[in-house]
């Protein structure tokens, strides 16, 4: 299949004819990836199985793992779930449209095949103009995950597309670097007390400020276990798994943790391999091993965020044998970029 890769040129000021052919392909069952404010999506037809088997096909994804149904507008939540739980309602009226997602009750309107077979249904409002003016062309809810194959860093410009998707897609609306950088907070609100099944950039603080009270999937909080499986099916996978061995420096004192990363780094260079370092703007003059990749500024943590996907891209093409990288608060934004970061590490962390 050959893939058609459009150029958005003005994204604040998308017009709509520049996205007609796109919400075609989506309306006849075609695939399109298309930029959001966290990542990029691979779109298709939320209501149609047939489509969504594509995007399982095309991603190499697992077909229990559900996808997050993406909306334009309030009316059209409605159809899709059999019931609006308060929670749900106010979240969706504080954070809507953005970089949230809701689980709701499904409606008999949403396929399984959408669903991964549950009988709940992941819906997100995004706010990127591109991502809202497609899905209310397509005049359907669009079913999106992250645009990368399954097993990769989700995709945060449209050349992480390209390498991940061409020839085995419609079309890659280019809309520029998302502005976010990890994939939206997960939120069930289908119970009695909402529970976070993925952090994102609607922090802990925000949800509850707005709910009050929300609890954390326990299976999310560390290492895989038999016994504890979550509640987003996709969170139990590794997700991304670096093509080198990524291990995680952590520490209370910042000198502690340059001297064990170089370290670790000067013995695998004398060993021959290749050894890339995550670091930041602040500590970047003091590492003398290996690739050294600042992923952002600590002082402003949506920094590490933009970049942390990219960043671990980078070291897969350059083939790294291993990785080290510093740690970051668990504060904030900062429990999601850890929490992308430590499954990536498979929880190996090293505490200086
Ligand atoms: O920011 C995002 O959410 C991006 C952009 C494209 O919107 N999408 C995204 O989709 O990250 P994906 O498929 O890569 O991740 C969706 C996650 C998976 O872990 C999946 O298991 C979970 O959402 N999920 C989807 N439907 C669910 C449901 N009904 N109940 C629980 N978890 C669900
Ligand atoms: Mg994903």
């Known amino acids: 299949m050959e893939t058609k890769l459009i150029k958005i040129k003005d994204s604040a000021n998308i017009k709509d004819v520049e996205l007609a052919e ?9 695939l399109v990836a298309f930029p959001t404010e966290t990542v990029y999506g691979l779109g298709a037809n939320a209501l149609n ?39 749900g309602r106010r979240l969706a009226e504080a954070y809507w ?3 949230l ?13 959408t669903t991964g077979g549950l009988d709940t249904v992941a819906v997100r409002m995004p706010s990127d103009p591109v991502a809202s003016r497609l899905i209310a062309l397509a005049g359907v809810p669009v079913a999106a995950p992250s645009a990368n194959t399954s097993g990769r860093p989700s995709p945060t410009t449209a050349r992480h597309v390209w390498q991940d998707m061409n020839g085995r897609i419609d079309m890659i609306l280019d809309g520029g670097p998302v502005g976010i950088g990890v994939e939206s907070t997960i939120v069930d609100v289908s119970g009695s007390v909402p529970v976070l099944l993925r952090p994102g950039a609607v922090t802990m603080e925000m949800l509850e400020k707005t709910v009050g009270h929300v609890e954390i999937d326990p299976a999310i909080q560390g290492p895989p276990r038999e016994d504890l499986r979550p509640k987003a099916p996709g969170m139990k996978y590794r997700h991304y798994a670096p ?29 021959g391999f290749r050894v890339g370092i995550i670091c930041t ?9 290996g690739q050294v990749r600042s992923v952002g500024m600590r002082a402003k943590e949506e920094t590490i965020a933009h970049n942390l996907f990219a960043v671990l891209r980078e070291f897969d093409d350059l083939k790294t ?8 608060s668990r504060e904030h934004l900062g429990q999601a970029i850890m929490n992308r970061l430590t499954k990536a590490a498979g929880y190996h962390v090293i505490r200086v």
Do not use: C
């Open 321 to 328: 044998d291993y990785i080290y990288s510093e740690s970051f």
């Open 22 to 30: 796109a919400a075609e392909v989506i309306r006849r069952g075609g």
């Open 101 to 113: 997602t809701l689980v709701f009750p499904k409606s008999g309107l949403v396929p399984y095949g």
């Open 281 to 289: 703007d602040e500590t970047m003059g003091r590492y003398r091993w």
């Open 243 to 271: 093509h080198g061995d990524l291990v995680l420096v952590e520490g209370a004192g910042m000198e502690a943790v340059i001297s064990r990363i170089n370290g670790l780094a000067k013995e695998k260079t004398d060993q």
């Open 49 to 87: 199985e047939d489509a969504a088997r594509k995007i399982y096909a095309a991603k190499g994804r697992p077909s229990d793992n559900p996808l997050i149904a993406h909306i334009s507008s309030m009316e059209e939540l409605a159809p899709l779930v059999s019931e609006i739980p308060e929670a």
């Open 97 to 99: 449209p953005g970089p």
